[in-house]
């Protein structure tokens, strides 16, 4: 069940700081400064320089073009309202040593990560109570240290988090549904990871596998993405989350022919891939819950075996 959160003016300035200030930490920063918000970006020395020099240039049809002032720090060095992490998996383990729990105490975790196993390795190391996993559909690229090109008509962020305060939650969303993503506070965490799950599996893993855009896997590799899409929602499904393939594939159909996943730009730029929090975790919850996912198997087989 989810509540729409208007788009009013917070009641309160929030002082939130980003781990990884790319493509979609970048857009939330950028935009919760222009809000009147207190933002501290951690990154890497350059990148922190850069912001701090120019501040965060964002290109957007939806949000219009804008720099916004942001504070820039390698480390976090005072306690804040919220955290957000929009870093990749492949770079999590060492990030979160730029957030001290010791430091980050009594602030909100929000992790932007694709796949569904990330909140129960920030419960061990972070206030288990604060974490509260998120999700953003949206398209946006740093094309630059400090400049975001944001190229979706949209930026909807499903806020969620089991046993995090209700009011947290809502200040928070409050706040980012004022700066300009459209927001809503889920009350399910699981059945919210499992609606972006299960649909970006099929689109990262096949886009990825064959090197090509969502339109020529749509038509090319009709079967095999039915096939792939009904597996996961079966996953989805026995995790609590979505089980309607048909709205899947409607959803693909509907997407532009040249769109490409992440993972493929990855693969295409010889970054590491999030095979294992994606095709991976997909695989293990397929396990845990006796749900065959030959497809599945195959698919992340192929590309575990491209990758070495």
């Known amino acids: 069940m989810a509540r729409e959160i208007a788009y009013d003016p917070p009641h309160q300035d929030l002082t939130v700081a980003v781990l990884g200030p790319g493509g979609t930490g970048g857009l939330l920063a950028a935009l919760l400064a222009r809000a009147g918000h207190r933002v501290i970006c951690l990154a890497r020395d ?8 120019t501040g965060i ?5 939806a949000f219009g073009d804008f720099t916004a002032r942001v504070e820039a720090d390698t480390e976090l060095r005072e306690p804040v309202d919220a955290c957000v992490i929009a870093v990749k998996h492949t770079s999590l383990a060492a990030a979160l040593d730029r957030v001290p729990s010791t430091v980050l105490g009594d602030g909100l975790v929000v992790p932007l ?9 920030l419960r061990s190391r972070y206030r288990p109570d604060r974490v509260a996993p998120a999700v953003i559909r949206v398209e946006s690229t740093r094309v630059a240290p400090g400049v975001i090109e944001h190229g979706s008509p949209f930026a909807e962020v499903d806020l969620a988090g089991d046993d995090v305060p209700r009011e947290r939650l809502d200040a928070l ?3 980012l549904a004022a700066a300009g993503p459209g927001t ?9 990871l499992w609606a972006k799950m299960s649909f970006l599996a099929p689109f990262a893993l096949l886009t990825t596998l064959h090197a090509l855009p969502l339109g020529d896997v749509r038509t090319r590799h009709r079967e095999e993405l039915a096939a792939l899409v009904g597996e996961t929602a079966a996953v989805s499904a026995a995790c609590g989350g979505p089980s309607d393939p048909a709205q899947a594939l409607a959803r693909y159909d509907a997407f532009p022919p040249g769109t490409k996943s992440s993972m493929q730009r990855d693969s295409e730029a010889g970054r590491p891939l999030e095979l294992d929090a994606i095709g991976g975790a997909l695989l293990r919850a397929a396990q845990r819950h006796g749900v065959k996912v030959p497809v599945a198997a195959r698919v992340v087989g192929e590309l575990a075996a491209a990758a070495r």
Do not use: F, I, K, M
Not at 57 to 61: D, I
């Open 184 to 192: 809503r506070v889920l009350d399910d965490e699981s059945a919210a």
């Open 173 to 175: 969303a409050t706040a």
């Open 113 to 121: 990560l694709n796949g569904v196993e990330h909140p129960a390795a």
């Open 57 to 61: 240039q964002v290109r957007s049809a």
């Open 46 to 53: 350059d990148t922190a320089e850069a912001l701090r020099t």
